[in-house]
């Protein structure tokens, strides 16, 4: 199984802000950039959910409930897609996972994030 790896996770306080890092390092440029990458929330006893996406050439999808508080981007050269998240709620608890939009690769162990005073 090949699986994607997530970090930069953490506790933080409510309005705060957080980076989370998607990287490949083996995977070959060539096929890396064919895929639209997303990263996924899955909040306690819910459902995973998508809440943005980037295809190769930069172009995002973000989902309603965060909507300017989070940003996705990419570095094609590093294989890396990071989502800056600020502003940050209690409701946006839970473990962040990155894969391709249409969940192509192997589900990873995830990030977690915890948003409390």
């Known amino acids: 199984q090949v699986h994607l790896v997530e970090s930069g996770g953490g506790t933080v306080q409510p309005g705060g802000s957080l980076a989370l890092s998607c990287v490949r390092p083996?995977?070959?440029?060539?096929?890396?950039?064919?895929?639209?990458m997303a990263w996924y929330h899955q909040a306690p006893g819910k459902e995973r959910e998508l809440v943005a996406a980037?295809?190769?050439?930069?172009?995002?999808m973000y989902g309603d409930s965060v909507k300017g508080r989070f940003f996705i981007s990419r570095d094609n050269s590093k294989k890396r897609v990071t989502l800056s998240m600020s502003s940050l709620k209690p409701e946006d608890t839970g473990v962040y996972y990155c894969?391709?939009?249409?969940?192509?690769?192997?589900w990873g162990q995830g990030t977690q994030v915890t948003v409390s005073s």
């Open positions: 894969n391709s939009k249409e969940g192509r690769f192997d």
């Open positions: 083996r995977m070959i440029f060539s096929e890396y950039i064919k895929y639209e």
């Open positions: 980037i295809d190769s050439s930069g172009n995002t």
